[in-house]
C-alpha cells in the first residue's frame, strides 16, 4: 500500500487550522548546535566473540516479543511503561548516531554551550620616562664595577629610616664623621689622605711658584732640541686637555640628570598614583566581567534552553521518529494553489510553445523544399550541391528541439490540482500536526515539574559568585595599595639631600663647571698661538696671536690651577662620600635579587584582608617579596596562591552544581494510542497519488524542451545564404532564378528568427523556469508528486510506531541529558574562569613597573648622577696636576728669543772685530793688513749700504744716536 523508500524529512511548517495556532517543529532549517552527554551515551566494546555471544542470546529471548509487538526493538519498553535510562545499546534510527538526530549526524553538538563575550580593557598606562642613564650609561657602569668591588655594608649612622619608611643620611652624615666609614675600607683612607695632601700642598706650591719668580727662571736650549721639546710637550698638553674636556662634559650632564632626577620626583609620584589606580580598576573589571557578566550569560543561555526545552525534546523526538514528514506533506499541500497559478501559466506556455514550435517548423521544411528545388533544377552548379550539402539544408526540421509530441498535457495537471484544492486535503496534515502538538503539551508538564530547582541553584550561584567578585577585588585593592603606597614612599628616599644642599649645591657645581671651563678655554688659546703663531726674535712685548701670547695664557692658565685646585677637589670628595653613602644603601641592594629594599622593607598584614575566610593567622608579607614574587609576566593570583592568601581553584568547590536535576522525574505518558493519520484519511490520499497529478514532475518538461532548433544559429545561416546567392548572381539572365531562390531563403529565415525563433525561445525558457518552481513548491526529494506523497505516507508510519514504542523511553534519555549538560556547561564555566584568572587577569607589568619607577629609578636619578659627578670631578683634578708642570716647560719654550739672521751675522762679525782687536800685537808699529772681510764675506752678507758689517755696525749705531737727538 505504501511506498518501502525510506527518506529522511527535509521540510519545514508553521500553519494555522481555524482559530488556533499550530507549532510545529522545522527539519530542514540550519541544525542548531546540540550536544548530548551523560551515562545514556556510552559505548561498550567488549571483545567479538562475547558480544556475539550476547547477541545470540538476545535474539533467542526478544522473537516472540517481535511477534506481538513488530515496532518493538532491543532495549525499549513496550506500551506507556516506564522508560528507565538504560539505554546505552538502543540505536534510535537506523544509519544515526547518537540519539538519531540529523544535527549529531552533522557532528553539531545537541545540547550547544554557552558563547562568552571576552573582556577588553582599555587601560592606558603612560610610558616610561626617558632613562638618565642612557648617556652615562659607560660612567655608571665603571662606578658601579668600582663600588661593588671595593664596598660591602655601611657602618650605622650614615643611613637611616623615618617612621613613614624613608631613607635619610644618618646623623653622622650631618655631623662629618666619617671614622667609622673611613676604618672600614682601607682603600678609602689611601684616596682620601692623598686628596687631602694634594688639597693642602698644592696652594702653597702655587705661592711659592709666583713669589720666587719660578715662571722667569727658564732653561735655554739648543735650537733643534728647543724644537723637539716643544712639539712633544704641546701634544702631552693636547692630551690632557681633552681629557678635560671629556670630564667636564661628564660634569654637566650630570648636574642636569640630577637636576632633573630631583624634579621628576613629584612626576614619578603621579604618574605611578595614576598607573595604580587603572591596574586597580582594570583587576577589577576583568574579575567583575568574568564572574558577574559572563555567569549572566550562562544563566541566560541556560534558561533558554531549560525554557524551550520541552519544544527542543519535542522537535528532537519529531527528527528521529520522522514525523517532519507531515510537515513536508502540509507544506506541499498548502502550496498546491499557488503552484496551480504556476501551472496555468505553463498551460499556455505550452499552447503558444506548440503553435510557434508547428510553424517553424513547417517554414523550415519548406526552406528545405526551395533550396533543393534551386539547387539541382535552377542552379546546376557544383557549388550549389555543395553549399546544401555543407550547410545541412536536408536537416534543418529534424531537430528534437522541433517535436513537442512527448511534451506532457499540462491541462491534465491543472485539473489534478484544482481537484486537491476543491477536496481540500491539506486538512489532512494540519489534523496529523494537531494531534501531535499534544505529545508537545505531555513534555511541557512534564518538564515544568524538573525546573523550579534548577532555576534555584543557578540563582543561588549568581549570587554567590557575585560575592566572590567583590571579596576578590577588595582582597587585591588593598594589597596593592599597601604596595603603591610603601613604592611611593621609596620613591622619595634621600630628600634631604636636595633640602639641604639643593640651592646651595646646583650654584656650587655651576662655578665648578664655569671654572674648568675657563681653564679649557685658556689652554686651548696657548696651544694655537703657540703652534700658529710667530717666535719671539727680540726682547720686549709681544704682538697679538704670537708665542709670547701663548706662553702669558699658560701663565694665566697655571695661577688659576692653583687657585682653584683645592677648591674643585674638596667639592669632589665632599661628592664622593655622598656617593658612597647613598650607592650601599639605594643602588647595591637592587643588584641582589634577595636583597631588594634590606633597608626599608615594610609589611602587608595579611589577617586584615583574612577575616572572615580562615580561623588561622597568616605571617606578614614583605613588599619586596610581594613585588620579587609577582613578576610581570605573571598573574598577581599566582602570588596569592604562593603566599596561601585566595586561591582561585577553590571555585570548583563551591556548590553551584544542580544536584537534584541529576535524574528528572521519568515521563509516563501514554503514546500507545497515537494515530497521525486516520485510515479514511489515508484512502483519501492514496487517492489523491494515483490521480492526474500523480506523475508530475519537471523532468517531464525539460526532457524534451530545449532551444537549439536548428544545427546551426540562425544568423549564421541568414548571413551564409544571403552571401551565397550573391556569389551566384552573374551578368547573365540564366543564373538569376537560383540567385532569387537563395535570396528569398535568406530573407525568410531573418523573418523566423525575429517572429518565431525568439518567441519560442522566450516560451520554452520560462516554461522550464515555471515548472521548476512548481517543483520546489510541491515535490520532496526530487521524487514525482504521487511518490512524494508516498514516500511521505511511509515516514509518518514509521513515526507513529517509533512513538508508539520508543517514544518514553527517548523522551527520558533527552531529559537526562539535558540534566547532565547543565552540570557539564556550569563545570566548564568555572574551568573557564580559573583558567582565564590564572592567565590573562591581573598581569604585574604595571606593578613591576610602578616598581622599577620608584625604586630603581632612585639610583638612576640620584645616585649615579652624584657618583658620575664625584669621579668627573677627581679626574679633572687629577689631570689639572700634570697640567702644571707642561704648561710651565711650553711657556719656558714659548719665551725663548729667536733672533733674525741678519742680527746674528751682525754679532757674529761684532764678535770677531772684538776678538781681532783683542789679538793685535803690542809692539807692532802698525796695524796688520785685514783682508778677512773682502775676500770672504759675500756681497750678500754685506750691510744695506755695502759697507763690511763692522763699519755697518758703526754707521747704524751712529744713525740711531742722531735719530734720538732729532727726536729729544
Known amino acids: 500500500m505504501y511506498s518501502s523508500e525510506n527518506v529522511p524529512s527535509d521540510g519545514c511548517g508553521c500553519r494555522c487550522l481555524g482559530g488556533n495556532s499550530i507549532e510545529i517543529g522545522v527539519a530542514l532549517e540550519l541544525p542548531r548546535e546540540r550536544k548530548s552527554r551523560g551515562s545514556g551515551r556510552k559505548r561498550h566494546f567488549d571483545p567479538l566473540a562475547v558480544r556475539g555471544i550476547l547477541i545470540l542470546v538476545l535474539l533467542s529471548l526478544t522473537m516472540p516479543n517481535f511477534a506481538q509487538d513488530p515496532g518493538a526493538e532491543t532495549g525499549t519498553t513496550v506500551g506507556n511503561g516506564t522508560g528507565t535510562n538504560n539505554t546505552a545499546n538502543v540505536v534510535w534510527r537506523e544509519g544515526y548516531p547518537g540519539d538519531g538526530t540529523t544535527h549529531e549526524q552533522l557532528g553539531q553538538d545537541h545540547w550547544p554551550s554557552a558563547e562568552y563575550s571576552p573582556y577588553r580593557g ?90 720666587f719668580c719660578c715662571c722667569l727662571r727658564c732653561k735655554q736650549h739648543k735650537i733643534s732640541e728647543s ?114 497559478m504556476i501551472m496555468s501559466q505553463v498551460d499556455d506556455l505550452e499552447k503558444d510553445i506548440r503553435l510557434f514550435g508547428s510553424q517553424l517548423r513547417d517554414g523550415l521544411r519548406g526552406q528545405k523544399r526551395d533550396l533543393s528545388y534551386a539547387a539541382y533544377a535552377l542552379c546546376h552548379l557544383p557549388k ?50 494537531a494531534r501531535l502538538k499534544n505529545i508537545k503539551d505531555l513534555i511541557v508538564k512534564h518538564m515544568a515539574l524538573a525546573f523550579p530547582p534548577v532555576f534555584k541553584s543557578l540563582a543561588g550561584a549568581r549570587l554567590m559568585l557575585l560575592d566572590e567578585a567583590t571579596g576578590i577585588r577588595d582582597l587585591i585593592d588593598s594589597m596593592i595599595n599597601d604596595i603603591h603606597l610603601n613604592t611611593l614612599r621609596t620613591s622619595r628616599m634621600f630628600d634631604d639631600i636636595h633640602d639641604k644642599f639643593g640651592a646651595d649645591r646646583r650654584a656650587i657645581n655651576i662655578v665648578i663647571c664655569i671654572l674648568i671651563f675657563i681653564i679649557i678655554v685658556i689652554l686651548i688659546s696657548a696651544l694655537v698661538c703657540g703652534c700658529l703663531g710667530p717666535s719671539r726674535t727680540k726682547p720686549g712685548p709681544s704682538g697679538v696671536f704670537s708665542k709670547g701670547m701663548a706662553a702669558s695664557c699658560l701663565l694665566l692658565a697655571i695661577i688659576l690651577i692653583f687657585c682653584v685646585f683645592s677648591f674643585i677637589t674638596l667639592v669632589g670628595l665632599f661628592y664622593l662620600m655622598i656617593g658612597l653613602i647613598t650607592y650601599t644603601s639605594a643602588c647595591a641592594p637592587l643588584k641582589d635579587g634577595q636583597n631588594i629594599l ?12 583574612m577575616s572572615g575566610r580562615s580561623g588561622d593567622t597568616q605571617p606578614t608579607l614583605p613588599v619586596s617579596d610581594a613585588i620579587r614574587a609577582c613578576n610581570a609576566n605573571e598573574s598577581i593570583f599566582d602570588l596569592l596562591r604562593a603566599k596561601k592568601i585566595y586561591d582561585i581553584n577553590n571555585l570548583l568547590n563551591k ?46 518538461y525539460s526532457e524534451h524542451l530545449c532551444t537549439k532548433f536548428t544545427h546551426t544559429d540562425y544568423s549564421i545561416l541568414k548571413t551564409k545564404t544571403r552571401a551565397f546567392a ?69 515516514a509518518v508510519q514509521r513515526s507513529e510506531d517509533f512513538i508508539r514504542y520508543k517514544g518514553n523511553n527517548y523522551i527520558n534519555n533527552l531529559a537526562h541529558n539535558l540534566s547532565i549538560s547543565v552540570n557539564l556547561q556550569l563545570q566548564e564555566y568555572i574551568e573557564r574562569v580559573i583558567s582565564e584568572v590564572n592567565k590573562n587577569v591581573g598581569h604585574c607589568k604595571p606593578l613591576a613597573y610602578i616598581y622599577s619607577q620608584s625604586a630603581y629609578l632612585i639610583c638612576e636619578r640620584l645616585v649615579d648622577p652624584i657618583n658620575a659627578f664625584a669621579m668627573a670631578t677627581l679626574l679633572c683634578c687629577m689631570f689639572l696636576l700634570p697640567v702644571l708642570p707642561v704648561a710651565h716647560r711650553l711657556m719656558c719654550m714659548y719665551l725663548k728669543i729667536y733672533p733674525s ?31 778677512g772681510p773682502a775676500t770672504s764675506w759675500p756681497q750678500d752678507h754685506r750691510g744695506t749700504s755695502g759697507l763690511p758689517a763692522s763699519e755697518e755696525l758703526n754707521t747704524s749705531e751712529g744713525s740711531v744716536t742722531n735719530s734720538k737727538r732729532k727726536k729729544e
Open 122 to 211: 582599555f587601560g592606558r598606562y603612560s610610558r616610561e620616562l626617558a632613562s638618565p642613564r642612557k648617556a652615562l650609561s659607560p660612567i655608571n657602569t665603571i662606578t658601579h664595577f668600582i663600588l661593588r668591588s671595593f664596598l660591602s655594608d655601611l657602618p650605622p649612622g650614615y643611613v637611616t629610616s623615618t617612621d613613614n619608611n624613608k631613607l635619610a643620611l644618618g646623623p653622622k652624615v650631618w655631623k662629618n664623621d666619617w671614622a667609622a666609614l673611613l676604618a672600614q675600607y682601607w682603600f678609602l683612607v689611601v684616596v682620601v689622605i692623598i686628596l687631602l695632601v694634594c688639597i693642602i700642598i698644592i696652594p702653597f706650591i702655587g705661592v711659592c711658584y709666583c713669589c
Open 227 to 340: 724644537f723637539r721639546r716643544r712639539r712633544l710637550y704641546g701634544v702631552c698638553l693636547g692630551l690632557l686637555v681633552v681629557s678635560l674636556m671629556f670630564c667636564l662634559l661628564i660634569m654637566f650632564f650630570a648636574n642636569k640628570f640630577l637636576d632633573r632626577g630631583l624634579a621628576d620626583s613629584n612626576m614619578t609620584m603621579k604618574r605611578a598614583g595614576q598607573d595604580h589606580c587603572t591596574f586597580l580598576k582594570e583587576v577589577a573589571d576583568h574579575i567583575y566581567h568574568l564572574m558577574v557578566y559572563n555567569y549572566q550569560e550562562l544563566e541566560a543561555h541556560l534558561d533558554e534552553q531549560l525554557s524551550t526545552a520541552s519544544n527542543h525534546i519535542f522537535l528532537d523526538l519529531g527528527d528521529t521518529s520522522e514525523s517532519n514528514a507531515l510537515i513536508e506533506m502540509e507544506r506541499i499541500l498548502a502550496n498546491m494553489p499557488r503552484a496551480l
Open 384 to 433: 550549389c550541391y555543395k553549399f546544401n550539402h555543407d550547410m545541412g539544408i536536408t536537416t534543418y526540421d529534424v531537430s528534437k528541439c522541433l517535436h513537442f509530441d512527448l511534451i506532457p498535457n499540462s491541462t491534465v495537471f491543472v485539473e489534478g490540482m484544482k481537484k486537491i484544492i476543491m477536496d481540500k486535503t491539506y486538512l489532512i496534515p494540519l489534523s496529523g500536526l
Open 598 to 609: 634590606r633597608h626599608v622593607d615594610p609589611v602587608i598584614d595579611l589577617n586584615r584582608y
Open 655 to 700: 556548590e553551584i552544581f544542580v544536584e537534584d536535576f541529576e535524574d528528572p522525574p521519568v515521563f509516563t505518558g501514554d503514546l500507545t494510542t497515537l494515530k497521525l493519520i486516520l485510515e479514511e484519511e489515508k484512502v483519501h490520499l492514496n487517492k489523491m497519488r494515483a490521480g492526474n497529478l500523480s506523475e508530475y514532475h519537471s523532468i517531464l
Open 726 to 794: 550573391y556569389e551566384i548572381n552573374t551578368r547573365y539572365l540564366k543564373g538569376f532564378p537560383a540567385c532569387l531562390a537563395y535570396f528569398l531563403a535568406s530573407s525568410d529565415l531573418a523573418k523566423y528568427d525575429k517572429y518565431l525563433v525568439v518567441p519560442l525561445t522566450n516560451a520554452v525558457n520560462k516554461a522550464l523556469q515555471k515548472v521548476n518552481e512548481i517543483d520546489s513548491l510541491i515535490l520532496y526529494d526530487n521524487n514525482n508528486f504521487g511518490n512524494s506523497i508516498g514516500v511521505l505516507m511511509d
Open 901 to 931: 739672521p741678519i742680527v746674528t751675522q751682525l754679532a757674529a762679525a761684532a764678535a770677531a772685530a772684538e776678538a781681532a782687536e783683542a789679538a793685535r800685537c803690542p809692539v807692532c808699529t802698525g796695524p796688520p793688513v785685514w783682508l
